[in-house]
DNA sequence: AGGCATTTGTCGGCTGGTTGACAGAAAATA
DNA sequence: TATTTTCTGTCAACCAGCCGACAAATGCCT
């Protein structure tokens, strides 16, 4: 879902409807989570496919106290436990699980559906490096700008009187997807809307005044 | 090749020897790249596949003279340019390409293939998502404990006066590796060395003579 | 409406780490 | 061997951002 971070743009559950996967969904079983409820941790022995199909969930590593997001999943997404993180559902959700060793089989039997796993894989990775990126060479200000921009580009609806975003997360939340502190990020945000480039509206809505501005702080030339 | 930032732990070059996947290699093309050669840069529309055969590779992301190594590639690594990231040979080496296109041919004919490289991606996925944790959560002082402490474990050769480690990198080299300055990782390094954790030996080697006290550092609880 | 919990803004103080600069050591090259 | 290049150590100055603390605002529940 959430700009930068996104970890797939395919959607999973789209691509099962087709043809060719048809029965595919059969093999899994759905589950439910409640909104904070916990899918799954990191290092217990379990391994599970998770394929979002209603509801946000996500995925973060933890730390002494502190928490880093790397990413939110949506609808159609897909995650592993074998990969790394938590997972903790924003949302109440319906995910679509399946034993790790079960999706191998269908990997085998079903080599083309390989071949979107090497795509989803490819997608995750690109975004990591960028998540890399942003921490090992931008300013607090700049990841920021980036992640206000891409989700400009990917949900802002447009108004007459300009794009506006719906932002429902927490200054802490949106500290955690840049990997900040929720001070930093107040005061950065707060220092956006005083050079006049966004606009808080109400109701955890912003509308984007200067996307151009956002998006070249967002490269970081300071 | 070197500790945390290694991207794939699968020999593509063993695995193209077995049985089923025998006369692979053919669809090949076989380069040979001079030290300090630039093998790809990003963002140049060409896509093809490379597989380390012979020499060591350097992936890193740049950004305004800085530098940053994700990983550096060794014998039967492989990498994509469609990933993210610049390629640099650090020594003289042989590489087997092929174009992305014609890889995905062949990905769709040899099932197995596809199911090696889901294999490769979740390793590169895991392993950018380590190095993400290290430049989130951990001081500089860490990440380099962490990245002697897995270079020990992988390399280090048991002699009668301890671990020995041979470290061909120059403390730059290094800070690129974990994120920080030349200057930096110097001071630190020499820390270790004050606090008798580590010793440099004659040229490049250094012994280790704590390791579990590297490795205690390494997770970051200062 | 009232009361509790969560979220936000905003201070100073503190510090890890960057930057630049320079000298000495080591290595590469002639 | 001499000379140039690369590498290393070490300073002092500076700063982005973290941390703790507190007050105000907002939202949520009964």
Do not use: W
């Not at 995910?95 to 790790?100: F, S, V």
């Not at 083309?112 to 921490?135: H, Q, T």
């Amino acid at each position: 879902m959430v700009g930068r971070m996104k970890l797939t743009d395919l959607n999973l559950i789209e691509i099962f409807q087709q043809n060719e996967f048809e029965n595919l969904v059969t093999n899994f079983r759905e589950k439910h989570f409640a909104k904070k409820e916990i899918l799954f941790m990191e290092g217990t022995g379990q391994n599970l496919v998770y394929i979002v199909k209603k509801g946000k969930v996500k995925i973060y590593l933890t730390y002494e106290e502190k928490e880093f997001t790397l990413t939110i999943l949506e609808k159609g997404d897909i995650y592993a436990t074998h990969t790394r993180g938590f997972a903790q559902a924003l949302e109440d959700c319906s995910i679509l699980t399946i034993e790790a060793s079960e999706f191998q089989r269908l990997l085998k039997e079903v080599p083309s559906l390989s071949m979107v796993m090497v795509k989803v894989l490819g997608d995750c990775l690109r975004n990591s490096i960028d998540i890399i990126e942003g921490l090992a060479f931008k300013q607090a200000e700049s990841r920021i700008a980036e992640f206000l921009y891409k989700l400009t580009i990917r949900r802002g609806k447009e108004t007459n009187s300009g794009v506006v975003l719906k932002l429902s997360l927490t200054t802490e939340e949106i500290a955690a997807l840049i990997g900040s502190t929720r001070q930093t990020v107040s005061s950065l945000i707060n220092g956006l809307e005083k050079e006049g480039i966004i606009e808080r509206i109400e109701k955890k809505n912003i509308l984007i005044k200067k996307v151009e501005k956002l998006e070249e702080m967002a490269k970081g030339m300071n």
